[in-house]
């Protein structure tokens, strides 16, 4: 998963933005998302 091993700061960034473009509907997966971006990205 691109995510979990970004080329850069920025790349992720990016990427978290697609990310949100693509959830806007969806709130459910969104916080999903959300709570394993925390306990994957914040631990690095």
């Known amino acids: 998963f691109r995510i979990e091993h970004p ?6 960034g ?3 933005g697609l990310l949100d473009e693509w959830l806007v509907e969806r709130p459910d997966l969104r916080r999903m998302f959300a709570l394993w ?6 631990r690095k």
Not at 37 to 42: G, K, P, Q, S, V
């Open 7 to 12: 080329a850069s700061p920025a790349a992720i």
């Open 14 to 16: 990016v990427l978290l």
């Open 37 to 42: 971006i925390r306990a994957t990205l914040m």
